[in-house]
């Protein structure tokens, strides 16, 4: 029988939350951080007569981890605690000084999966210079990459684009969790560091994905309801910047892309004439849906669903970049970049992918008849130096063997 692995939270249970005795506490979470009983972060803590619990704090999707996408969210107060809920999703991102107020140390403990685009580390990034500028300590309770710690893939980030779905130049994999990377944000990037300190997952390694961990999976956002949709959300997560459905409000969200335009047959057997199962571990099925919100609700569309038939080849990144390419060539009349941002000029494409040099190589290699491949080549040229050269960096801040 392997041996168990255990998240921070239950690390810091099993030495009867010592480490928080005697401070006023402080806690950004959401339903994601559970133990192996499915007890959250929250009840434990505020159940616990040693823990002295002052204030909460929610991330994007809020502390019930059930609104939308983009959604901002207003402070409140929990019915059940009567503390201030402080919204850092809504007027700020960050923490304010009077929601520092009275706050010995700000836990946080919440299941990020190592993928640049995710909100939550960065919410954590904006933690981290608050309490740093305050005097307040942060503790992260951490908790497993679900991907996994040894990949790392796609291409870094133009600080030009920093946002909440990246705000500091790491890849789009980066293989960290969440107490790594804040670390390296924190030494790297923050110009006054806070006291950061990290109850450490025991008997994780990096060579172990989330299946590997014996842990229960709770959905940590609306849009990842299945582990299935994490493995694709490293590619899939692009689709948001286009026209096209990433399938939000189906079954599948993150799992298939289409329109109305589409023809589901015809783009999934272009797909498949690709050859991507033998190297980039994919396959394509024609798929026809009815997104009940987000683009194109109410209109059925045409497209396709992607199927891993080799986990060990999986490239998430260059499939759906690759999807989004073959249907911007099959549909150049159709095919759109999600409009820029009215208060900034950027696209979110943009944003996500790390550079508008991607854009721009995709439009050009478009109008001048390229194939997929020749355009993706072009693309992810440069990717493995990038990401060889991150590995270094994050080298000092690896947690984990």
Request: include cysteine; hydrophobic fraction near 40%; proline fraction near 7%.
């Amino acid at each position: 029988m392997s041996t168990p692995v255990y998240t921070g939270l239950e690390v810091l249970q099993q030495d009867g939350f010592r480490r928080l005795a005697g401070l006023r506490v402080g806690l950004m979470t959401n339903p994601s951080a559970v133990d192996r009983h499915l007890n959250s972060t929250y009840r434990l803590l505020s159940s616990t007569p040693e823990v002295q619990l002052v204030a909460l704090f929610s991330p994007e999707h809020g502390f019930l981890g059930a609104a939308p996408d983009a959604e901002q969210i207003a402070s409140a107060t929990d019915s059940r605690t009567g503390l201030p809920v402080y919204s850092l999703y809504g007027a700020t991102f960050g923490p304010t000084a009077a929601m520092l107020e009275g706050i010995d140390v700000l836990v946080c403990d919440i299941q990020d999966i190592g993928v640049r685009f995710y909100t939550y580390a960065w919410t954590v990034s904006h933690i981290l210079e608050a309490a740093g500028a305050q005097g307040v300590g942060v503790m992260i309770l951490d908790r497993p990459n679900p991907l996994g710690g040894m990949v790392v893939d796609g291409p870094p980030l133009n600080p030009d684009l920093s946002s909440l779905v990246g705000r500091f130049p790491v890849p789009v994999r980066h293989g960290l969790t969440l107490s790594e990377l804040a670390h390296l944000i924190n030494t790297r990037w923050n110009a006054a560091p806070a006291d950061l300190t990290t109850v450490r997952c025991a008997n994780w390694t990096r060579s172990m994905t989330w299946d590997a961990t014996g842990l229960p999976w709770v959905p940590p956002s609306p849009g990842m309801p299945h582990m299935s949709a994490l493995w694709h959300y490293p590619g899939a997560c692009l689709i948001e910047g286009t026209e096209l459905s990433e399938g939000r409000g189906t079954a599948l969200p993150f799992e298939i892309v289409g329109a109305p335009w589409v023809d589901a047959l015809d783009l999934a057997e272009k797909l498949n004439a690709e050859d991507w199962a033998a190297a980039l571990g994919a396959r394509f099925r024609p798929h026809t849906f009815l997104p009940t919100q987000s683009k194109w609700a109410g209109d059925y569309c045409g497209g396709v669903q992607v199927y891993i038939t080799d986990p060990e080849r999986w490239r998430p990144i260059h499939v759906w970049l690759g999807a989004i390419i073959t249907i911007y060539a099959q549909y150049p009349e159709h095919f759109h970049w999600l409009a820029a941002e009215s208060d900034t000029g950027m696209q979110h494409f943009d944003r996500l992918i790390g550079s508008a040099r991607v854009r721009h190589d995709i439009d050009a290699g478009i109008q001048a008849g390229r194939s997929t491949g020749d355009i993706l080549s072009l693309i992810t040229a440069e990717w493995d130096a990038h990401c060889h050269a991150f590995a270094l960096e994050r080298s000092p801040f690896l947690l984990y063997d």
